[in-house]
């Protein structure tokens, strides 16, 4: 069973910064959070993880709070190619890839 | 470099049938890893692969299995297939078992009449 809780979808206005929520209030200290978005008929597309500190890469940064029981996904300036269903993971590091149902994000033009 | 491939993309077969997919990780990449997807039960782990041994197991039936190659190359095959096996199958590989990023193929569109 996945192991988070995330909005069945979002809106965002092209340009604007998209703040995509995830619940893991289970998770455990060896577990890291990791993002993944499926663009329709694509396969997944590994966007960033982190443990405990914030993380940023060109696609996004991710900041996890400090009790690591919640996280949030940031595309600093969304455009309508980022309009995915995007999902939150929690495993351990060689633990198996565990899909919920994500969030469908909409960017708006 | 060269993505994830897996063939055949497309592919039909009849109840009962078996059908065998194929997936070519990333060069360098040896931990492969196969998903499910369908609109009911969405992504589903299925297993995954490194050093052409089978390192964990979702929760499918036995009729699904796989296998890898020393090339690092991966099969997986479906016996007796059902009328619910028509999915997508999905692939992907990384660098080695308990790194960050798993890169996926376009998947195999199966339809099970």
């Known amino acids: 069973d996945a192991k988070t809780t995330q909005p069945t979808s979002m809106d965002c206005a092209e340009g604007r910064a998209a703040n995509l929520p995830c619940n893991h209030s289970?998770?455990?200290?060896?577990?890291?959070v990791y993002w993944y978005r499926q663009i329709h008929s694509q396969g997944p597309q590994y966007i960033i993880h982190g443990l405990k500190n914030n993380e940023t890469n060109e696609m996004a940064s991710l900041i996890i709070t400090e009790d690591r029981k919640s996280s949030t996904l940031i595309l600093p300036h969304a455009t309508l190619r980022d309009t995915a269903v995007y999902y939150c993971?929690?495993?351990?590091?060689?633990?198996?890839?565990?899909f919920g149902k994500g969030t469908r994000l909409h960017i708006l033009p | 470099k060269a993505g994830v491939t897996q063939t055949p993309r497309y592919l039909i077969k009849t109840r009962g049938q078996q059908v065998t997919l194929s997936c070519s990780p990333i060069s360098g990449h040896r931990s492969v890893s196969w998903y499910q997807q369908t609109p009911g039960q969405g992504l589903q782990f299925l297993f995954e692969y490194f050093s052409e041994t089978q390192r964990n197991k979702g929760n499918f039936p036995g009729r699904f299995s796989g296998r890898q190659f020393s090339n690092s190359r991966s099969e997986m095959n479906v016996s007796t297939l059902e009328l619910g096996d028509s999915a997508l199958y999905l692939c992907?590989?990384?660098?080695?078992?308990?790194?960050?990023?798993?890169?996926f193929g376009p998947g195999t569109r199966l339809t099970v009449t």
């Open positions: 289970t998770i455990s200290g060896n577990e890291y």
């Open positions: 992907a590989s990384s660098l080695a078992r308990g790194l960050n990023e798993q890169y």
């Open positions: 993971i929690v495993r351990a590091h060689d633990d198996k890839i565990i």
